[in-house]
């Protein structure tokens, strides 16, 4: 399997695809949030510091994250491919994480980009609920995403939420400097020759989407 970087704007569905791919394809799925908040909780030397940083909501230095990534990826589970998810961010951030792959002696392999329109996105995002105990995501849009039982999770019957930060004016801001700040990541992809765009459409079932992705797979 190719090493895969994901990229996509909020409510396009990435965390659901990304986990789908991994678990089809036996490759890890590593997300940078989850390296950095793992670290943090480690009482690690680096802890103390990444709680400070983290907890000033200060970005994080890519000295750090490109140690962090150096280690997650010399681990074994890696070495038949995986999903990258977070990072890199900016086409400096790209630059780093090329000098990385090198120094492991790693390809790029491919960058997936789930397109998605800012409306159905949107629509996506409020209609999401989220269980306040596990933690499982709903959606009360979707026949396939629906809790069997209205407002109950499925896995463990706790109360489900609609999520805070999911407004209307907050998500379209989030969702329009996502666009802003990502355009010349995908630009320089794109001129590399390995962007994959795949485009999420307002019927689609995350097997639908699921399917779009796993004809770049192969
Ligand atoms: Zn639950």
Redesign the pocket.
């Known amino acids: 399997m190719k090493n895969i970087i994901f990229i996509a704007p909020p409510g396009a569905g990435k965390g659901t695809q990304a986990k789908m791919v991994s678990e089809k394809y036996g490759i890890p799925h590593i997300s940078t949030g989850d390296l950095l908040r793992d670290e943090r909780n480690s009482g690690s030397e680096l802890s103390e510091m990444l709680k400070q940083e983290m907890d000033k909501g200060n970005l994080i230095d890519d000295n750090i994250i490109v140690h962090l990534l150096r280690e997650r990826l010399n681990k074994v589970d890696c070495n038949n491919g995986y999903i990258l998810d977070g990072y890199p961010r900016s086409v400096l951030q790209s630059k780093i994480y090329e000098d990385l792959l090198l120094e492991l002696n790693k390809e790029i392999g491919i960058v997936i980009y789930m397109d998605i329109d800012k409306d159905l996105a949107l629509e996506r995002t409020l209609s999401r609920l989220i269980?306040?105990?596990?933690?499982?995501s709903y959606s009360s849009a979707s026949l396939e995403l629906k809790p069997k039982i209205d407002g109950i999770?499925?896995?463990?019957?706790?109360m489900?939420r609609v999520r805070g930060d999911d407004n209307p004016e907050v998500f379209s801001n989030r969702f329009d400097t996502y666009l802003r700040e990502t355009k010349p990541l995908i630009d320089y992809y794109n001129s590399l020759g390995i962007l994959k765009t795949i485009t999420v459409l307002k019927n689609d079932t995350a097997q639908d989407v699921f399917n779009k992705i796993e004809q770049f797979l192969k």
Request: charged share 15%; net charge neutral; hydrophobic share 15%.
């Open positions: 269980c306040s105990s596990c933690g499982a999770c499925d896995r463990c019957g706790h489900l």
